[in-house]
């Protein structure tokens, strides 16, 4: 299995940017995907996530700015993001599971099972 992000790169605040993961080697259209992320010298933290239904989940600092949206024909989950803050500076990882999750543990890292190797955005102010 695979996971590969793109659309990372550098922005100035206000701006927005369109990320995406695309799956290869399995199929994930029954379960949650989501998106972490990760700056430096901080844990990894969860950001938004999309189950097999739809219904979307996202950290509250990203709530009106952030769109998680999937396209299971294209095993492919996406990360519009609008009026970044360079606060939103981290590296961005997809992260996808074969497992039933609640809620509460699709938003750990710990319910995740496969993860993208991650793509840089940068807010400059």
């Known amino acids: 299995v695979q996971l590969v992000e793109s659309g990372g790169g550098l922005v100035q605040a206000g701006g927005s940017l369109r990320l995406s993961c695309a799956a290869s080697g399995r199929t994930f259209s029954n379960y949650p995907m989501g998106w972490f992320r990760q700056a430096p010298g901080k844990e990894r933290e969860f950001v938004a996530n999309i189950g097999w239904t739809r219904i979307t989940y996202y950290t509250d600092s990203v709530k009106g700015r952030f769109t998680i949206s999937r396209d299971n024909a294209k095993n492919t989950v996406y990360l519009q993001m609008n009026s970044l803050k360079p606060e939103d500076t981290a590296v961005y990882y997809c992260?996808?599971?074969?497992?039933?999750?609640?809620?509460?543990?699709?938003?750990?890292?710990?319910?995740?099972?496969?993860w993208g190797q991650g793509t840089q955005v940068t807010v400059s102010s």
């Open positions: 992260a996808a599971t074969d497992r039933d999750l609640t809620t509460d543990q699709a938003m750990g890292v710990s319910g995740y099972n496969y």
